[in-house]
C-alpha cells in the first residue's frame, strides 16, 4: 500500500525559509513522479514541483526561483525547501504520487493525475 506522510511545515516570518519532507512508502517498483502542491484558503491546488524515480526534476512557473525539490532515495523522502517566504506562500502543503498507467506522464502538474496523497501540512508565513 502506498503512503505519503508530509511534515516540516509550521509558522514562519515573511523570508523566512522552511523545509517540507514527504517519507514515501510502498513504491517498489516501476516509475513515478513524486509533487508538492499547495492549496491557499479558497484557491485550488496547485503544483510546485515534481521529482521522478530517477531524479529528474520539473518546475511549474512560479515559484520555481525560491523553492527547491530533492530527493533522498536511501530514506524514501522527498524534500521541498522554500526560502525567502511570503504571505502568499501561506497555505496547506500536499506532496502526492502519480504512477503513470503507460509509458508517458500526461501532465505532471494536473493534481488529478495523483493516486496517492499525504495528508497534508500547514504553512502559515506572517508579514
Known amino acids: 500500500d502506498v503512503q505519503l506522510q508530509a511534515s516540516g511545515g509550521g509558522l514562519v516570518q515573511a523570508g523566512g525559509s522552511l523545509r517540507l519532507s514527504c517519507k514515501v512508502t510502498g513504491l517498489t517498483s516501476g516509475d513515478y513522479l513524486i509533487g508538492w502542491f499547495r492549496q491557499a484558503p479558497g484557491k485550488e491546488r496547485e503544483a510546485i514541483a515534481c521529482?521522478?524515480?530517477?531524479?529528474?526534476?520539473y518546475y511549474r512557473e512560479p515559484p520555481k526561483s525560491r523553492f527547491a525539490i530533492s530527493s533522498d532515495v536511501a530514506e524514501n523522502t522527498v524534500h521541498l525547501q522554500m526560502n525567502s517566504l511570503k504571505p502568499d506562500d501561506t497555505a496547506v502543503y500536499y506532496c502526492?504520487?502519480?504512477?503513470?498507467?503507460?509509458?508517458?506522464?500526461?501532465?505532471?502538474?494536473?493534481?488529478?493525475?495523483?493516486?496517492?496523497w499525504g495528508q497534508g501540512t500547514n504553512v502559515t508565513v506572517s508579514s
Open positions: 502526492a504520487a502519480y504512477i503513470p498507467e503507460g509509458a508517458y506522464y500526461t501532465n505532471k502538474f494536473d493534481p488529478r493525475e495523483y493516486r496517492y
Open positions: 521529482i521522478s524515480k530517477y531524479e529528474s526534476i
